[in-house]
Every structure is written in structure tokens, then in C-alpha cells.
């Protein structure tokens, strides 16, 4: 009897213990994307090229990325 708590005691520490690891759902996901000022400034021109946005709004954000630190 005694052996059998004992085990019980030792599996529920083990899944207490496991589920807090790598826990969480899709509220919890981070995602860092870290883009250089180049690939910035290539993706701005493609997206003016395509017409996606004006020359105003291009140049607005190409100063904005030039003048990041």
C-alpha cells in the first residue's frame, strides 16, 4: 500500500513538473523577426513597385528606416 502511494505521489510530481514546461497556447507565442535596413529597403521597393503602396507612403518609410539606430 505504502509502495503505491508512493508511486502515485511520484507520477503526479512528474506530471505537475512537466506541465508547466514549453506550456501555453497560441495566446503565449512570441515571434521576433529581426530585419537589416537592406533587406528593409528591398522589401519597401518591391512593395512600391507592385503598386502595393504610393511614392508618398514609400518615402515616408524609407526615411523611417534610415533614420532607425
Not at 6 to 17: D, G, K, N
Not at 25 to 43: F, P
Amino acid at each position: 500500500m505504502l509502495v503505491r502511494a508512493l508511486i502515485m505521489a511520484m507520477a503526479l510530481s512528474s506530471a505537475l513538473l512537466l506541465s508547466g514546461c514549453g506550456g501555453g497556447g497560441a495566446d503565449s507565442t512570441v515571434n521576433n523577426t529581426t530585419v537589416s535596413k537592406g533587406q528593409a529597403l528591398i522589401d519597401l521597393k518591391k512593395a512600391y513597385d507592385a503598386g502595393a503602396i504610393s511614392e508618398r507612403e514609400y518615402e515616408k518609410q524609407r526615411e523611417k528606416i534610415l533614420d532607425e539606430d
